[in-house]
């Protein structure tokens, strides 16, 4: 591969990568602070995906734009799911309960999906769908692009509220150490609510990021999960900063696989990454995580 | 009589500091080891230690001779080490005759010796009648003695306490004592953490000090007592509190 | 005798009689639903085989279908390529599934369960994608097909009766397997390393160990029945093989009937599949859907599946006061 055809993919993939960490951040912040692995974190991508295509298709509404109502649906729908079903189960005796529900709500919501839209593959096209941009002799695709630049966005936004408000420093208080945080009158049960709506909210939002430049199919959920647990296991478990670097690396990695002619096998090379560091650093590659 | 327990320049680090610090004993076979200190001078760093939920930094232990550092938890209780815990931990869900079963599979392998054997030695400490209620519904008394049956379920040769007194009223803890004195006298070396000095005092042959994780002072009872160094560290360490 | 151990294993040796029996004779009453009696006993035995490690070992596995995949593509590969007939091709799938968990368990059991959770859907996926790319050896989305095997000690394995009495036995070796750890020292192990893991390794319990041994069972059993699946579909490909909804059909029917049990999983199956036969048209597509409610509702209200609400009911019963208190 020549050096611009090398730099060609690494771009790409750091553009995907973006994307691949906003999913990371909202998987990982919901185990930071509630411990619990959301197993249907991708579900609530692929209803974002579906909510913007139904938006577009209908009102003609840009991909875009459409964040403006999917982000504040993904809040309730996330705070929904969290104070319905998550919160009843949250000191049960059996540990798995968790697991076992969020596998429950993610067949749900991905087989409604089927169910309303049917399980052929869909799209948009709008009018820059298929445009590039040249930077150096490198070609871009804008709405990889512009999703990667809202990603920027999104995430500097959230880590200002962490670091910044107070509602940031109740929610790390509460990642460190439930018991603590409440003996100095955070409201943990408030926390544990935003934080599973928040990081529901942004996969969604990943979701419709990832419109113009997907197919969208009921059970694409099932993929981002899947990548989502293996860039916050990249990341390590937890960690914000983990999860945009482990993203990031996931992206140029499969795009480098791609690129080298193993299409097949793109998506089994993040995987076996993943049992790797599993294996050799299961506490990630960048951050600091309890196993 | 032997060593059951020799502890040699043991340390274990954490980030920075030094929990345990160059701590050396010997714990005689059929003794009682008394371990003192004041709160954070490394007493549970040791125990965990000794019994294998940690792994040392620097130092060796053995064990009646022979050589186990660094040796899990079940490794060393198949070598005749056993452990209370300090916030008393039986399974909930299971009775208070399973507790002790699981013990006693370590040396009875079939189901209805196990079972046998457990229901021994809750005899032995008065816990038969209740043997088939969930260990969860058991007063607080009542778990202590369960966390010492389970201890005792797989048949040790030294048994390592942890505060097992504490919260006890006079008339339970009087009990204790003579539980543990009968203990000693079944042959098994005792190595206990204890806060109230009546026990230390009545149950100790010596006496072992830590401060900041090191040895200040080790002897009897009385003799460690009257140790104005030992006098010092509890003093100096409320005037930090 | 002993009270707690050996009363309720004699009690559940009977029941397994019956339930053997029970099933024996369905092909002679219901001799024209072979196929559903057939998934039936079959997915009895690989739900009793995952409860293994889910329930008793505490494990998780959102990819089961990983074993029954590498069953269903060894068994048929070693008989197409190898010409080795199905009578060994099993037992050597078996120890290929066995590999499999040692490995797998290895590495993922010194870490929290829900690593081990999300690693059982990548170890699923990426034996589906190498199936799926793996055109020489494996055929690739063509899929295999498993044709004209030799019969087996005289039976034709093609028979649907024989297939089923396969089954049958599979199921047998699932249900005493997992009695004998239910009444067992490693039944009690396992049940201390879910209490409380720290705790019971000062009682000499060494759970990795028990863990990977449970891991080990559950892998055999699943792989057989992974061989049989291949055996009775005659021809698969990866997305079949390799099924996710196979993988979730599992879990529910553990859950459902209860985890940790003997019979759980089996009463799971037959309610599950059993459901399915009688309410065919209102499943259809919406099997999954359906799925995922049942999970959310049990989970939240019958965490201990129907097993666990059965025995909270007889417990109730005045003359239930002696039974043993554990769940």
């Given at each position: 591969?020549?050096?611009?055809g090398?730099?060609?993919?690494?771009?790409?993939?750091?553009?995907?990568?973006?994307?691949?960490?906003m999913?990371?951040?909202?998987?990982?912040?919901?185990?930071?602070v509630?411990?619990i692995?959301n197993?249907?974190?991708?579900?609530f991508l692929?209803?974002?995906?579906?909510l913007?295509?139904?938006l577009f298709r209908?009102l003609?509404?840009?991909?875009?734009?459409?964040?403006?109502?999917v982000?504040?649906a993904?809040l309730?729908?996330?705070?929904?799911?969290?104070?319905?079903?998550?919160a009843?189960i949250?000191?049960?005796a059996?540990?798995?309960a968790?697991?076992?529900?969020?596998?429950?709500?993610?067949?749900?919501?991905?087989?409604?999906?089927?169910?309303?839209?049917?399980?052929h593959?869909?799209?948009?096209?709008?009018?820059?769908?298929t445009r590039?941009?040249?930077?150096?002799?490198?070609?871009?695709s804008?709405?990889?692009?512009?999703?990667?630049?809202?990603t920027?966005?999104?995430?500097?936004l959230?880590?200002?509220?962490?670091?910044?408000?107070?509602?940031?420093?109740?929610?790390r208080?509460?990642?460190q150490?439930?018991?603590?945080?409440?003996?100095?009158?955070?409201?943990?049960?408030?926390?544990?609510?935003a934080?599973?709506?928040?990081?529901?909210?942004?996969?969604?939002?990943?979701?419709?990021l990832l419109?113009?430049?997907?197919?969208v199919?009921?059970?694409?959920?099932?993929?981002f999960?899947?990548?989502?647990?293996?860039?916050?296991?990249?990341?390590?478990?937890?960690?914000?900063?983990?999860?945009i670097?482990?993203?990031?690396?996931?992206?140029v990695?499969?795009?480098l696989?791609?690129?080298?002619g193993?299409t097949g096998?793109?998506?089994?090379?993040?995987l076996?990454?993943?049992?790797?560091v599993?294996?050799?650093?299961?506490?990630?590659?960048?951050?600091t995580?309890?196993? | 009589?032997?060593?059951?327990?020799?502890v040699r320049?043991?340390?274990?680090?954490?980030?920075?500091?030094?929990?345990?610090d160059?701590?050396?004993?010997?714990?005689e076979?059929?003794?009682?080891?008394?371990?003192?200190?004041?709160?954070?001078?490394?007493?549970?760093?040791l125990?965990?230690?000794?019994?294998?939920?940690l792994s040392?930094t620097?130092?060796?232990?053995?064990?009646?001779?022979?050589e186990?550092?660094?040796?899990?938890?079940?490794?060393?209780?198949?070598?005749?080490?056993?452990?209370?815990?300090?916030?008393v931990r039986?399974?909930?869900?299971l009775s208070?005759?399973?507790n002790?079963m699981v013990?006693?599979?370590?040396h009875?392998?079939?189901?209805?010796?196990?079972?046998?054997?457990?229901?021994?030695v809750?005899?032995?400490?008065?816990?038969?009648?209740?043997?088939d209620?969930?260990?969860?519904?058991?007063?607080?008394a009542?778990?202590k003695?369960?966390e010492?049956?389970?201890?005792?379920?797989?048949?040790?040769?030294?048994?390592?306490?942890?505060?097992?007194?504490?919260?006890?009223?006079p008339?339970e803890?009087?009990a204790?004592?003579?539980?543990?004195?009968?203990?000693r006298q079944?042959?098994?070396?005792?190595v206990?953490?204890?806060?109230?000095?009546?026990?230390?005092?009545?149950?100790?042959?010596?006496?072992?000090?830590?401060d900041?994780?090191r040895?200040?002072?080790?002897g009897?009872?009385?003799?460690v007592?009257?140790?104005?160094?030992v006098?010092?560290?509890?003093?100096?360490?409320d005037?930090?509190? | 005798?002993?009270?707690v151990a050996?009363?309720?294993?004699?009690?559940?040796?009977?029941g397994?009689?019956?339930?053997?029996?029970?099933f024996?004779?369905?092909p002679w009453?219901?001799?024209?639903?072979l196929?559903f009696g057939?998934s039936?006993?079959?997915f009895?035995?690989?739900a009793?085989?995952?409860?293994?490690?889910?329930?008793?070992?505490?494990?998780?596995?959102l990819?089961?279908t990983?074993f029954?995949?590498?069953?269903?593509?060894?068994s048929?590969?070693?008989?197409?390529?190898?010409g080795?007939?199905f009578?060994?091709?099993?037992p050597?799938?078996m120890?290929?599934?066995v590999?499999?968990?040692l490995?797998?368990?290895?590495?993922?059991f010194?870490?929290?369960?829900a690593?081990?959770?999300?690693s059982?859907?990548?170890?699923?996926?990426v034996?589906?994608?190498?199936?799926?790319?793996?055109?020489?050896?494996?055929?690739g989305?063509?899929?295999?097909?498993?044709?004209?095997?030799p019969?087996l000690?005289?039976?034709?394995?093609?028979?649907?009766r024989?297939?089923?009495?396969?089954?049958?036995?599979?199921?047998?070796?699932?249900?005493?397997?997992?009695?004998?750890v239910?009444?067992?020292?490693?039944?009690?192990?396992?049940?201390a390393?879910r209490e409380?893991?720290?705790?019971?390794?000062a009682?000499?319990v060494?759970?990795?160990?028990?863990?990977l041994?449970?891991f080990?069972l559950?892998?055999?059993?699943s792989?057989?029945?992974?061989?049989?699946?291949?055996?009775?579909l005659a021809?698969f490909?990866?997305?079949?093989?390799?099924?996710?909804?196979?993988?979730?059909?599992?879990v529910?029917?553990?859950i459902?009937?209860?985890?940790?049990?003997?019979?759980?999983p089996?009463?799971?199956?037959?309610?599950?599949?059993?459901?399915?036969?009688?309410?065919r048209?209102?499943?259809?597509?919406?099997?999954?859907?359906i799925?995922?409610?049942?999970?959310?509702?049990?989970?939240?209200?019958?965490?201990?599946?129907?097993l666990?609400?059965?025995?909270?009911?007889?417990r109730?019963a005045?003359?239930?006061?002696?039974?043993?208190?554990?769940p």
């Amino acid at each position: 591969m020549s050096f611009v055809g090398l730099a060609q993919t690494v771009a790409s993939g750091v553009l995907t990568g973006g994307v691949y960490a906003m999913v990371g951040i909202g998987l990982t912040v919901v185990f930071g602070v509630m411990r619990i692995v959301n197993f249907a974190h991708g579900e609530f991508l692929a209803v974002g995906m579906y909510l913007a295509f139904v938006l577009f298709r209908s009102l003609g509404l840009d991909p875009y734009l459409s964040l403006l109502p999917v982000l504040p649906a993904g809040l309730l729908l996330g705070a929904a799911v969290e104070r319905i079903l998550l919160a009843p189960i949250k000191d049960s005796a059996e540990q798995h309960a968790p697991i076992l529900m969020t596998v429950g709500v993610g067949l749900i919501l991905s087989n409604t999906l089927l169910l309303v839209f049917g399980a052929h593959p869909e799209t948009i096209y709008t009018s820059y769908s298929t445009r590039t941009v040249h930077l150096f002799s490198i070609t871009l695709s804008v709405p990889l692009l512009v999703s990667f630049a809202l990603t920027a966005l999104g995430v500097g936004l959230l880590y200002l509220v962490l670091t910044r408000t107070d509602f940031g420093r109740a929610v790390r208080a509460t990642a460190q150490n439930r018991d603590a945080a409440e003996l100095q009158g955070v409201d943990t049960r408030f926390v544990r609510t935003a934080v599973f709506a928040i990081g529901s909210s942004l996969s969604m939002a990943a979701g419709v990021l990832l419109l113009p430049a997907l197919y969208v199919f009921p059970t694409i959920g099932g993929i981002f999960t899947l990548k989502a647990f293996v860039v916050t296991v990249l990341g390590g478990m937890g960690s914000v900063m983990g999860a945009i670097w482990g993203g990031l690396l996931l992206g140029v990695v499969e795009s480098l696989a791609a690129g080298l002619g193993a299409t097949g096998y793109r998506d089994a090379f993040g995987l076996i990454a993943f049992l790797i560091v599993l294996l050799v650093r299961p506490q990630g590659l960048f951050g600091t995580s309890r196993v | 009589m032997g060593i059951a327990l020799a502890v040699r320049s043991l340390s274990k680090d954490f980030g920075g500091v030094h929990a345990v610090d160059g701590v050396d004993f010997d714990a005689e076979e059929g003794s009682v080891l008394g371990l003192i200190g004041p709160n954070g001078a490394g007493k549970t760093t040791l125990f965990n230690l000794v019994s294998g939920y940690l792994s040392p930094t620097r130092g060796r232990i053995a064990l009646f001779g022979k050589e186990v550092t660094g040796l899990r938890p079940f490794a060393l209780a198949r070598l005749g080490v056993s452990r209370t815990f300090q916030v008393v931990r039986p399974f909930p869900r299971l009775s208070v005759l399973e507790n002790v079963m699981v013990g006693a599979f370590l040396h009875h392998k079939a189901a209805a010796e196990a079972e046998r054997h457990a229901l021994a030695v809750l005899t032995r400490l008065g816990l038969a009648r209740q043997a088939d209620m969930p260990a969860s519904a058991l007063t607080l008394a009542a778990r202590k003695k369960l966390e010492i049956a389970k201890a005792l379920a797989v048949q040790p040769r030294l048994l390592l306490l942890d505060e097992v007194v504490a919260g006890l009223n006079p008339s339970e803890m009087t009990a204790t004592i003579e539980l543990i004195r009968g203990i000693r006298q079944s042959g098994v070396t005792i190595v206990i953490v204890e806060h109230i000095l009546k026990v230390i005092l009545g149950l100790c042959d010596r006496v072992v000090v830590l401060d900041h994780g090191r040895k200040i002072a080790e002897g009897t009872a009385p003799e460690v007592a009257a140790n104005p160094e030992v006098i010092s560290a509890y003093l100096g360490s409320d005037d930090d509190a | 005798m002993s009270r707690v151990a050996t009363r309720e294993g004699r009690r559940a040796l009977a029941g397994i009689a019956l339930v053997l029996a029970a099933f024996a004779a369905f092909p002679w009453v219901f001799g024209g639903k072979l196929n559903f009696g057939f998934s039936l006993v079959l997915f009895a035995a690989l739900a009793t085989s995952w409860d293994l490690l889910g329930g008793w070992a505490g494990q998780l596995s959102l990819g089961h279908t990983a074993f029954v995949g590498m069953g269903a593509y060894v068994s048929t590969l070693l008989w197409t390529r190898a010409g080795i007939p199905f009578g060994v091709g099993l037992p050597l799938a078996m120890l290929s599934g066995v590999a499999l968990a040692l490995v797998w368990g290895a590495i993922t059991f010194r870490l929290r369960g829900a690593y081990f959770s999300l690693s059982s859907i990548a170890v699923a996926e990426v034996l589906r994608i190498l199936a799926n790319n793996w055109v020489s050896v494996t055929g690739g989305p063509e899929g295999l097909s498993l044709n004209d095997l030799p019969p087996l000690f005289g039976f034709d394995l093609y028979d649907r009766r024989v297939e089923y009495y396969l089954a049958l036995l599979l199921l047998a070796a699932a249900l005493l397997t997992s009695w004998r750890v239910s009444s067992s020292r490693a039944g009690f192990y396992l049940e201390a390393i879910r209490e409380d893991q720290d705790s019971s390794m000062a009682m000499g319990v060494n759970p990795l160990k028990m863990k990977l041994a449970a891991f080990c069972l559950s892998a055999a059993l699943s792989t057989a029945g992974g061989c049989l699946y291949g055996l009775f579909l005659a021809y698969f490909e990866p997305q079949g093989a390799f099924s996710l909804d196979l993988s979730v059909q599992l879990v529910l029917m553990a859950i459902v009937g209860g985890m940790g049990t003997v019979f759980g999983p089996t009463l799971g199956a037959l309610v599950l599949l059993g459901s399915q036969e009688a309410f065919r048209s209102t499943f259809q597509q919406r099997s999954l859907f359906i799925y995922g409610i049942v999970i959310v509702i049990i989970v939240r209200y019958a965490p201990d599946g129907l097993l666990g609400r059965l025995r909270l009911l007889l417990r109730r019963a005045p003359w239930a006061s002696r039974l043993p208190s554990a769940p």
